[in-house]
């Protein structure tokens, strides 16, 4: 059985989708689309297939697709952003790309040991609790940072290590934040959160990502 291709994936910033759409168009001739919940698909005369991911959710189904997805990737949205990774976090409240507030943190969390028998454990109970103190820390200054805008978000989106980011989220300080029904956005993979990481987070979670086959 012949291998099948794999997908080419390009991320373009939402500014940029209209003028990407218009460049598909003119190298392989007006596309048909078609949209669904999650993705517009955009297929070509020659054979070249492009299927745009729907990060926010589908689309008006009354729209016309295309000027309906351009619409959506650019408007601004109020979104919380909440990045841990165990030795750092960072949290902030986003309009469009603007940082509204946001806080930082980072945390000494011991690396893994070679060690085995009871030292190994020791070792392992002491790297939890360390962790377990920086997710709280993280949790608290999400709670100050998200809780007073909760009920204006659009969407919480995350960053770094899936498993840190809900260790953070079950802190009970959260609760209102996990009640509130956001919709959540990510995981995304960015390195350890600090000032810098934080203010270029939008450029991570905005980017509408598209998968292209061969073709195109």
């Given at each position: 059985?012949?291998e099948?291709?794999?997908?080419?994936?390009v991320?373009?910033?939402?500014?940029?989708l209209?003028?990407?759409v218009?460049?598909?168009a003119a190298?392989?001739?007006?596309?048909?689309?078609r949209a669904?919940a999650g993705f517009v698909d955009l297929?070509a005369?020659?054979?070249?297939r492009?299927r745009?991911?729907l990060?926010w959710?589908?689309?008006?189904?009354d729209?016309?697709?295309?000027?309906?997805?351009v619409?959506?990737?650019?408007?601004p949205?109020l979104?919380?952003?909440?990045?841990?990774r165990?030795?750092?976090?960072a949290v902030?409240?986003?309009?469009g790309?603007e940082?509204?507030a946001?806080?930082?943190?980072?945390?000494y969390v011991?690396g893994?040991t070679?060690?085995?028998g009871?030292?190994?454990q020791?070792y392992?109970?002491?790297?939890?609790?360390?962790?377990?103190?920086a997710f709280g820390?993280?949790?608290?200054d999400?709670a100050e940072?998200l809780?007073?805008?909760?009920d204006?978000?659009?969407?919480?989106?995350?960053?770094?290590?899936?498993?840190a980011?809900q260790?953070?989220l079950?802190?009970p300080?959260l609760?209102r934040?996990?009640?509130?029904g956001?919709?959540q956005?990510g995981?995304f993979?960015?390195?350890d959160?600090?000032?810098?990481?934080?203010a270029?987070?939008p450029?991570?979670?905005?980017?509408v990502?598209?998968?292209?086959?061969?073709?195109?």
């Amino acid at each position: 059985m012949p291998e099948q291709p794999v997908p080419r994936m390009v991320n373009v910033a939402p500014e940029r989708l209209a003028g990407w759409v218009d460049g598909f168009a003119a190298r392989h001739g007006r596309p048909a689309v078609r949209a669904s919940a999650g993705f517009v698909d955009l297929e070509a005369p020659d054979g070249a297939r492009a299927r745009v991911r729907l990060a926010w959710g589908p689309l008006p189904s009354d729209a016309e697709p295309l000027a309906a997805l351009v619409a959506s990737a650019t408007r601004p949205r109020l979104v919380g952003a909440l990045i841990v990774r165990r030795k750092a976090h960072a949290v902030g409240v986003f309009d469009g790309a603007e940082l509204l507030a946001g806080r930082h943190g980072s945390h000494y969390v011991q690396g893994r040991t070679k060690a085995g028998g009871w030292s190994q454990q020791r070792y392992a109970r002491r790297r939890a609790n360390q962790a377990g103190r920086a997710f709280g820390a993280a949790a608290a200054d999400a709670a100050e940072v998200l809780l007073p805008r909760v009920d204006s978000l659009e969407a919480l989106v995350t960053g770094g290590d899936s498993a840190a980011v809900q260790a953070v989220l079950a802190e009970p300080v959260l609760e209102r934040l996990r009640g509130a029904g956001l919709p959540q956005v990510g995981v995304f993979a960015v390195p350890d959160p600090n000032a810098g990481v934080l203010a270029g987070f939008p450029d991570v979670f905005r980017r509408v990502v598209i998968e292209l086959n061969e073709l195109a």
